[in-house]
């Protein structure tokens, strides 16, 4: 028995494998516990192991690396069609070894312990962000039904909310007025677990010379240099357009009998990057479309033409994206004045 890819279904607490010798015939099926496994794979001869990229993969890849294996995390959207007749973990399990051997596969490059570190920051900077929101339009709502209306705008609402519960307004009822006081209350601590977040990024950004140079790309900051933490230096895409395709930024295809269509962009790909990307795209355009810059004057172009704002905003977001994945593997700042392809 000589096992030379090994596909591993995880779970949370049971595990199935299925291992296959190098004529891709199925010579181990088992179902073990996590810890098990992890006694299991340190016994094996060095081999490839394969899972789908779902929550703790990666900590398990870089155990098994430590091991001398080689890591092969995939998408569970490639390893589906690899899946035969009914569904169940063994067969997951078979279905990613298979997929594993494709010569066109892509797989997911394993990341490290600071990566995962950056990226939950992240997450959790995102969810108290929602939060918030929800907090503010409950907030709003309750006070409309009282007759208080509050211009659009955080900041416009946060100093008119202060104000008016300085004043003590007798529209409020005792009751309605100290629930408004402790919601306030939740939303400064919101705002203050938010700030801290935005300081440690800013200071990461400091420390990190891949994340200097994508902060000297016009339409990213400190919040899009996340991109660090999902791609690491770009090694794992060929060319700059795959990352623009990987994040979503490309138009979906529907093309058949030789008859190309072309339709909305395809939003596949990391949804927290790409929205980040899209804001930073828009934000920069009043500013890059105005400069004196191959970049500028290929934004002009558009809106000369009359393309939609829209569309320059994820042209632009692409074109930033392209540009990122230069400054990570060439390991060099933005130049603005370096010519713009394109293609």
């Not at 950056?118 to 929101?133: C, D, G, K, W």
């Not at 977040?197 to 240099?225: C, H, K, W, Y």
Request: charged share 25%; aromatic share 4%; glycine share 8%.
């Amino acid at each position: 028995m000589s096992i030379v890819i090994l596909g591993v279904d995880l779970g949370k607490n049971s595990c199935s494998i299925v291992g296959v010798d190098a004529a891709g015939t199925v010579v181990v099926r088992r179902t073990m516990r996590r810890q098990t496994l992890i006694d299991y794979v340190t016994k094996l001869p060095a081999c490839v192991v394969a899972m789908e990229a779902c929550c703790g993969a990666h900590h398990l890849g870089r155990l098994c690396m430590a091991q001398g294996h080689q890591i092969r995390l995939m998408s569970p959207e490639y390893v589906r069609p690899y899946i035969k007749a009914q569904k169940n973990d063994d067969r997951d399990a078979e279905g990613i070894a298979e997929a594993a051997s494709r010569p066109t596969m892509r797989f997911v490059e394993l990341k490290s312990q600071e990566q995962l570190d950056i990226q939950t920051l992240h997450r959790v900077r995102s969810r108290l962000v929602a939060e918030r929101t929800n907090l503010l339009n409950q907030l709003r709502a309750i006070l409309l039904e009282r007759g208080v209306i509050f211009p659009a705008g955080r900041r416009k609402f946060e100093l008119e909310l202060d104000g008016m519960l300085s004043e003590g307004n007798e529209t409020l009822s005792p009751r309605m007025r100290q629930l408004i006081d402790g919601l306030r209350a939740e939303w400064k601590e919101l705002d203050a677990k938010i700030g801290a977040l935005n300081d440690e990024f800013v200071q990461l950004a400091r420390n990190d010379a891949a994340t200097r140079r994508l902060t000297s790309i016009p339409g990213i900051g400190v919040l899009n240099a996340a991109l660090v933490a999902a791609v690491g230096n770009a090694s794992s895409f060929a060319k700059a357009r795959d990352l623009g395709s990987w994040l979503g930024l490309v138009p979906r295809q529907y093309s058949t009998g030789g008859k190309p269509r072309l339709l909305g962009i395809s939003k596949r790909g990391n949804t927290y990057l790409r929205t980040l990307l899209i804001h930073g795209a828009r934000a920069a355009l009043p500013s890059l479309s105005k400069s004196d810059t191959p970049l500028g004057r290929w934004l002009t172009a558009m809106i000369e033409r009359g393309v939609h704002r829209n569309a320059v905003v994820v042209a632009l977001a692409n074109k930033l994206a392209r540009i990122a994945w230069a400054a990570l593997r060439k390991e060099t700042r933005f130049e603005r004045c370096h010519s713009v392809a394109t293609a």
